[in-house]
């Protein structure tokens, strides 16, 4: 049986960010070069491009293609689509190095299109919910929680996103799959950037499906894990855990982390759970992990940390993301991550950095 994840030596942290920034140097002069409104008008052509990904994933094209080349009449049969449709949908696609047009007039995948299969590196699921009507709806109503500072999506759907989603169960897998395509993106940056071998047992505090700690339980033999969330969450953890043939090895305990957190283990995972909360929720949900783990306990808590600079930022983009759709989540700078943590009676031991935008925020007793 092939392993169920490979984790690659990856470049050091300080070459990819000599990297990044040398290419955002690049992108800077790019646009110092042209006109104002001509960039601007080249960067507004992502309006026609992302619902056009979008239904590609829906009608799986590319798992499709997976299997060889085809004809777009072949195509159009397979995915039950207008032949003359999904040519213009494809030549613009291909146009973009999404999906390749032929010399005899068929298509095939290419390194972009591939990561619309459901193989690994997918981020189907993820584009499918993301540029899906749900989503699209809520941040086309920017406008409304800019001037009162309020979720959009509660005004769009009348109700909060996660009663909105227990409601939904079609809506809530999709969600369910797009995190899990998020958390395979970030595994690998993760497990090069910290060693958790030192560590007995560890606990993923709302780890959902539990992809990430299968992942470090799988790596390191000598370690035991605790999978903690709702049951809903946890829907689909008992497969994640079998294909990963770690079960024997991991504890699933259902609960809430507004009022408790499992005892046991020696480092708790956080991962993209506080930003989705305000100060007083992310107190509470700390307040009970420290009450449950042991005095030389450590929080890890693994999420995108905003800069203080106009330089580019991935986190300050999904941070409208979190505007919209959260009552009260955002990204937050570290040092509201420091202020948060000692209102918690814990302390920044140290932030560990990782090639991807998130980062490892170690945190301590005080």
Same mark, same amino acid.
Request: glycine residues 6%; hydrophobic residues 45%; proline residues 4%.
């Given at each position: 049986?092939?392993?169920?994840?490979?984790?690659?030596?990856? $470049? $050091?942290?300080?070459?990819?960010?000599? +990297?990044?920034?040398?290419?955002? %140097?690049? *992108?800077?002069?790019?646009?110092?070069?042209?006109?104002?409104?001509?960039?601007?008008?080249?960067?507004?052509?992502?309006?026609?491009?992302?619902?056009? #990904?979008?239904?590609?994933?829906?009608?799986?094209?590319?798992?499709?293609?997976?299997? %060889?080349? +085809?004809?777009?009449?072949?195509?159009?049969?397979?995915?039950?689509?207008?032949?003359?449709?999904?040519?213009?949908?494809?030549?613009? +696609?291909?146009?973009? !190095?999404?999906?390749?047009?032929?010399?005899?007039?068929?298509?095939?995948? /290419?390194?972009?299109?591939?990561?619309?299969?459901?193989?690994?590196?997918? +981020?189907?699921?993820?584009?499918? @919910?993301?540029?899906?009507?749900?989503?699209?709806?809520?941040?086309?109503?920017?406008?409304?929680?800019?001037?009162?500072?309020?979720?959009?999506?509660?005004?769009?759907? %009348?109700?909060?996103?996660?009663?909105?989603?227990?409601?939904?169960?079609?809506?809530?897998?999709?969600?369910?799959?797009?995190? /899990?395509?998020?958390?395979?993106?970030?595994?690998?940056?993760?497990? !090069?950037?910290?060693?958790?071998?030192?560590?007995?047992?560890?606990?993923?505090?709302?780890?959902?499906?539990?992809?990430?700690?299968?992942?470090?339980?799988?790596?390191?033999?000598?370690?035991?894990?605790?999978?903690?969330?709702?049951?809903?969450?946890?829907?689909?953890?008992?497969? #994640?855990? %079998?294909?990963?043939?770690?079960?024997?090895?991991? @504890?699933?305990?259902?609960?809430?982390?507004? /009022?408790?957190? $499992?005892?046991?283990?020696?480092?708790?995972?956080?991962?993209?759970?506080?930003?989705?909360?305000?100060?007083?929720?992310?107190?509470?949900?700390?307040?009970?992990?420290?009450?449950?783990? $042991?005095?030389?306990?450590?929080?890890?808590?693994?999420?995108? *940390?905003?800069?203080?600079?106009?330089?580019?930022?991935?986190?300050?983009?999904?941070?409208?993301?979190?505007?919209?759709?959260?009552?009260?989540?955002?990204?937050?700078?570290?040092?509201?991550?420091?202020?948060?943590? @000692?209102?918690?009676?814990?302390?920044?031991?140290?932030? *560990?950095?990782?090639?991807?935008?998130?980062? *490892?925020?170690?945190?301590?007793?005080?």
């Amino acid at each position: 049986m092939a392993d169920p994840i490979v984790i690659r030596k990856l $470049p $050091p942290v300080w070459f990819i960010r000599a +990297l990044n920034a040398f290419r955002s %140097g690049l *992108i800077r002069l790019h646009r110092m070069t042209f006109p104002a409104n001509v960039v601007l008008y080249e960067r507004f052509t992502s309006l026609w491009v992302l619902p056009a #990904i979008r239904v590609a994933a829906e009608l799986d094209i590319a798992g499709i293609l997976e299997k %060889g080349t +085809l004809s777009i009449e072949q195509l159009a049969e397979r995915t039950g689509s207008d032949k003359e449709a999904l040519l213009r949908m494809m030549r613009a +696609l291909a146009s973009e !190095n999404i999906f390749k047009k032929t010399k005899d007039g068929s298509y095939k995948n /290419t390194s972009l299109s591939k990561v619309l299969t459901d193989e690994k590196g997918s +981020l189907r699921h993820m584009l499918m @919910q993301h540029l899906g009507t749900l989503n699209w709806a809520t941040l086309n109503d920017l406008s409304y929680s800019i001037k009162t500072g309020k979720s959009a999506f509660s005004k769009v759907y %009348g109700m909060k996103i996660y009663d909105y989603l227990s409601e939904h169960p079609e809506e809530s897998a999709l969600f369910d799959r797009s995190m /899990t395509n998020l958390s395979e993106i970030s595994i690998e940056p993760i497990l !090069n950037a910290i060693d958790f071998s030192n560590y007995p047992v560890i606990a993923d505090i709302g780890g959902g499906e539990g992809l990430l700690l299968s992942s470090i339980i799988y790596k390191h033999k000598n370690s035991r894990g605790i999978l903690f969330d709702l049951p809903e969450g946890l829907t689909n953890a008992e497969t #994640i855990l %079998g294909k990963f043939g770690v079960a024997d090895r991991v @504890q699933v305990i259902r609960g809430s982390f507004f /009022t408790t957190a $499992p005892a046991g283990a020696v480092v708790y995972l956080l991962k993209n759970i506080l930003h989705n909360w305000s100060i007083e929720d992310g107190i509470k949900i700390l307040n009970n992990i420290r009450n449950a783990m $042991p005095p030389h306990g450590k929080i890890l808590i693994i999420e995108m *940390i905003l800069d203080e600079e106009n330089h580019a930022s991935f986190g300050k983009l999904i941070d409208l993301q979190m505007m919209v759709f959260m009552e009260e989540g955002k990204e937050r700078t570290l040092k509201e991550f420091e202020s948060l943590l @000692q209102q918690a009676g814990l302390r920044l031991n140290r932030v *560990i950095p990782t090639i991807a935008p998130i980062s *490892i925020i170690e945190a301590v007793i005080s």
